[in-house]
């Protein structure tokens, strides 16, 4: 893995640590969903997208947007409603918009949505994609299924994006989806690819096919196995400790890790002392 891929994924742990923290210490309003142990997910998959791409994320999108931008600073203003914020801190934690990336917290929202820019793209900028990041509970929704329905149907250059961390909040994925994801995809005539594994090339490597395909017209849906290691937001977690699954941090062969990690987390430790130091966001004056 290259420096540049391992320090974007330590620099959104970093981050959403730090927002932990800034929990803890009621120093942050509101609610946040970390994204800690799924860095990967992201940082692997942007490498496929082009900035002319449309992302759409969800509730847990911090990490979606620092794959996409290098802009913690812009990200934690907005979700403390602080000056630099990307969205002036109206959006906060789960409704970010910038260029062509967007999030919503409601679940489901994004797919019909996405689905119909990919129809924009499909006609007035061949080529390329629309990206949807959603969870595997979010399966449970209909609005999945009439989006999948149609971008099968159309022919549409939509990348559904799953990561399965094998629980919804607090309900274990076995207690409420029935059959597979991949059965689901395969009742609509669509690709499905199981990523299991959290080395960012090799999910390059595997994914640059499909992805490819994706563009020329026809939706894929990859499902990343992946395991969310903090609560679903703050402290909620009631998993005993051997149900949350493997750090892809530990497995990792980088002389260059600890190093690399010690930067992000001062990087970020700069970054909330300049966030904090900003006066109030203006947005409400405008
Ligand atoms: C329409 C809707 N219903 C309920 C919620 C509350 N909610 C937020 S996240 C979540 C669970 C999401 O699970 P999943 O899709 O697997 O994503 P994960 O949180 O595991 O990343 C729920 C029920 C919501 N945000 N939107």
Same mark, same amino acid.
């Given at each position: 893995?290259?420096?540049?891929?391992?320090?974007?994924?330590?620099?959104?742990?970093?981050?959403?640590?730090?927002?932990?923290?800034?929990?803890?210490?009621?120093?942050?309003?509101?609610?946040?969903?970390?994204?800690?142990?799924?860095?990967?997910?992201?940082?692997?998959?942007?490498?496929?997208?082009?900035?002319?791409?449309?992302?759409?994320?969800?509730?847990?999108?911090?990490?979606?947007?620092?794959?996409?931008?290098?802009?913690?600073?812009?990200?934690?203003?907005?979700?403390?409603?602080?000056?630099?914020?990307?969205?002036?801190?109206?959006?906060?934690?789960?409704?970010?918009?910038? *260029?062509?990336?967007?999030?919503? #917290?409601?679940?489901? $929202?994004? %797919?019909?949505? /996405? =689905?119909?820019?990919? !129809?924009? @793209?499909?006609?007035?900028?061949?080529?390329?994609?629309?990206?949807?990041?959603?969870? *595997?509970?979010?399966?449970?929704? #209909?609005?999945?299924? $009439?989006? %999948?329905?149609? /971008? =099968?149907?159309?022919? !549409?250059? @939509?990348?559904?994006?799953?990561?399965?961390?094998?629980?919804?909040?607090?309900?274990?994925?076995?207690?409420?989806?029935? #059959?597979?994801?991949?059965?689901?995809?395969?009742?609509?005539?669509?690709?499905?690819?199981?990523?299991?594994?959290?080395?960012?090339?090799?999910?390059?490597?595997?994914?640059?096919?499909?992805?490819?395909?994706?563009?020329?017209?026809?939706?894929?849906?990859?499902?990343?196995?992946?395991?969310?290691?903090?609560?679903?937001?703050?402290?909620?977690?009631?998993?005993?400790?051997?149900?949350?699954?493997?750090?892809?941090?530990?497995?990792?062969?980088?002389?260059?890790?600890?190093?690399?990690?010690?930067?992000?987390?001062?990087?970020?430790?700069?970054?909330?002392?300049?966030?904090?130091?900003?006066?109030?966001?203006?947005?409400?004056?405008?």
């Amino acid at each position: 893995m290259i420096d540049a891929d391992l320090s974007r994924m330590l620099m959104i742990r970093a981050f959403e640590r730090k927002l932990l923290d800034l929990f803890g210490r009621g120093l942050l309003n509101g609610t946040t969903h970390t994204c800690l142990g799924q860095e990967y997910v992201p940082v692997a998959v942007e490498g496929l997208l082009d900035p002319a791409d449309h992302v759409f994320s969800n509730h847990r999108g911090h990490g979606h947007y620092l794959a996409r931008f290098d802009d913690p600073e812009g990200l934690l203003a907005e979700i403390m409603g602080r000056e630099g914020a990307v969205c002036s801190g109206v959006g906060g934690s789960q409704h970010i918009r910038r *260029d062509r990336y967007l999030s919503t #917290g409601v679940q489901g $929202e994004s %797919l019909p949505v /996405a =689905a119909g820019v990919a !129809l924009h @793209l499909k006609r007035t900028e061949p080529g390329r994609l629309a990206c949807a990041y959603i969870g *595997d509970g979010t399966f449970g929704e #209909g609005s999945v299924y $009439e989006a %999948l329905n149609l /971008a =099968a149907l159309w022919r !549409l250059p @939509l990348l559904v994006v799953v990561e399965n961390n094998g629980i919804a909040q607090s309900t274990p994925t076995s207690a409420n989806l029935a #059959g597979t994801i991949e059965g689901r995809a395969a009742a609509f005539g669509i690709t499905h690819a199981l990523v299991e594994g959290a080395d960012v090339d090799a999910i390059r490597d595997r994914l640059a096919p499909l992805t490819a395909a994706v563009r020329q017209g026809g939706p894929a849906v990859v499902e990343f196995v992946t395991h969310r290691l903090g609560p679903h937001s703050k402290g909620d977690d009631t998993r005993p400790a051997h149900a949350i699954g493997v750090d892809w941090r530990d497995k990792l062969l980088s002389p260059r890790l600890e190093a690399l990690e010690a930067e992000a987390e001062a990087r970020i430790e700069a970054v909330a002392a300049d966030v904090m130091a900003r006066p109030l966001s203006r947005w409400e004056t405008r």
